[in-house]
């Protein structure tokens, strides 16, 4: 089955400057790779989403890349804010809705 | 759109006693699935559905039982519960191709 691994665990950056998650899953079939948000004491909820046929996507202040070939996708986040901290999941998806994700990254964002 | 609803919030049980954690999804949605979260873990897949009278295993099944007679219910049922049971219990839907949407949450204590 798809197996997601995402890194680092734990990222600490000042105010301002930018945040990279990085993930790569093992299923060439994976064709949906979603990113989650997760607050504490919340249900995590999506931020941005990427399919195979796209290889770059931005929402504001958030962009995933993804490459089909070396099988790795990115969460890249610019100026980063102290309400960007939180827990970020990366996930994978091959078959009919079901969703493998990665072991989560606590970002945490000083002022 | 309620979208996918949850019930109890929370819940305490004595080793050895059973109970349903209910979820419903009023988005006509094929795929439902069932995490649990440990503190300071990832989501783990415990069942899913691909639609009404489909279920398969995820990933920690052991102790959990469910079913779906119905389009809009997934319950998860714990049939003899132990402390090692005790967690948050996400409930979560999607299309086959779209967003996978996650419930706000069971947090269940066993003693």
Request: proline share 7%.
């Given at each position: 089955g798809e197996n997601v691994e995402q890194h680092p665990s734990t990222l600490s950056v000042q105010e301002g400057d930018s945040a990279v998650i990085k993930c790569t899953y093992?299923?060439?079939?994976?064709n949906y790779f979603p990113w989650y948000k997760q607050e504490l004491g919340k249900r995590p909820q999506l931020i941005i989403d990427i399919r195979s046929n796209v290889g770059e996507k931005k929402d504001q202040r958030i962009a995933v890349t993804l490459n089909k070939t070396a099988k790795h996708f990115s969460l890249h986040i610019t100026e980063?804010?102290?309400?960007?901290?939180a827990v970020y999941f990366c996930a994978g998806r091959t078959s009919y809705g079901k969703l493998t994700f990665g072991q989560g990254t606590i970002l945490t964002v000083h002022p | 759109n309620a979208g996918v609803t949850q019930t109890p919030k929370f819940q305490v049980l004595k080793t050895g006693q059973s109970m349903t954690l209910q979820c419903a999804q009023d988005?006509?949605?094929?795929y439902m699935s069932w995490y649990r979260q440990d503190p300071g873990m990832g989501l783990r897949l415990i069942h899913y559905s691909v639609g009404a009278g489909i279920t398969d295993q995820g990933e920690v099944p052991n102790g959990y039982n469910v079913s779906r007679s119905t389009t809009e219910d997934f319950p998860l049922r714990l049939l003899s519960a132990a402390p090692s049971q005790t967690s948050v219990y996400f409930c979560a839907s999607s299309s086959a191709v779209g967003e996978q949407f996650f419930g706000p949450g069971t947090r269940l204590t066993v003693l």
């Open positions: 093992s299923d060439s079939a994976s980063t804010q102290p309400e960007d901290s | 988005m006509n949605h094929e």
